[in-house]
């Protein structure tokens, strides 16, 4: 029978793309990680990594391992589960990553629920963008990530991953005060009218920097992008200091009124979809219950302080 720690090492490294990450996310010497797999090789009889230049990677029967131990650490997940829900009271750690916005007009308020609720919980919230959450999640470096899909955008959504939608949130384009875009204008034509503009935007490679393209580039013009953050409130800021225009989501408000004047986006492009994501097979664990209900009530309790 194959080792099962041998295997997970086989399967961070599918993950974590090389020895030496591997070994710094479980805190072991590279050798040690190198020296046990291979003895997983010998007890497997055939070749599990190749060298690719100074890296390695796995071979098809390394993929096959692979796969096998996602579905038996999913079961233990069921199994972890199965454990929590028989027990009379909620403990342990919840390891929980967020976006910015979400981070802010959400998070908190779920925070407080589940202290109320589960004052035996800890939960630990780290603030990560989605691009590199999802990926730790599935190396399991944390429970539950908070995660967005901008209209016209979507994601691949990997076996191994379980969703559930959290809310929709309308998406704006953000004037500054000195820009005369009318509210007569429609969609197009008051995007159109900031061509000339300066712009802040997300980084480029994330899914709401090619979303904020996409929409100047169909409206026939390339965005002069002189400041690139993730940090909303300054790009808040910047159009309320009329140094850029900008797309921003309602949740920026944290729902008090807009401080600087809002634009409807063309139609198709006005929702951004925010929904959880977990492991399969621990969806059912009664921490990962709880988290999800306290953040669909923090979405009520703002909708009804709206």
Known sequence: MFDLHRLRLLRELKHRGTLAAVATALSYAPSSVSQQLSQLEAEVGVPLLEPVG???????????????????LERLERAEADIATSLTELTGTLRITSFQTAAL????????????????????????????????????????????????????????LEQEDLLDDPLHLALPMSVGAGDTEGPTAALRSLAGHPWVMEPEGTAARHWAMTLCRD???????????????????????QHAAAFLPELVWSGLPPTVPL????????????????????SRHPAIRACRDALRRAVGLRSSQA
């Open 54 to 72: 100074r890296r390695v990677r796995l071979t098809a029967q390394a993929e096959i391992l692979v796969a096998h131990t996602e579905a038996i």
């Open 105 to 160: 007009a959400l998070v908190p308020a779920a925070l407080g629920l589940l202290r109320d609720r589960h004052p035996h919980l800890r939960v630990h919230v780290t603030h990560m963008e989605p691009e590199k959450a999802l990926p730790a999640l599935q190396a399991r470096d944390f429970d539950l990530v908070l995660a967005e899909e901008y209209p016209g955008n979507p994601k691949p959504r990997l076996a191994e």
């Open 219 to 241: 409206a026939g013009f390339e965005p002069d992008v002189r400041f690139e953050t993730t940090d909303l409130l300054l790009h808040q800021r910047l159009v309320e200091q």
């Open 263 to 282: 634009r409807q986006l063309p139609r198709g492009r006005r929702i951004r979809r925010i929904f959880t994501v977990v492991r399969q097979g621990s």
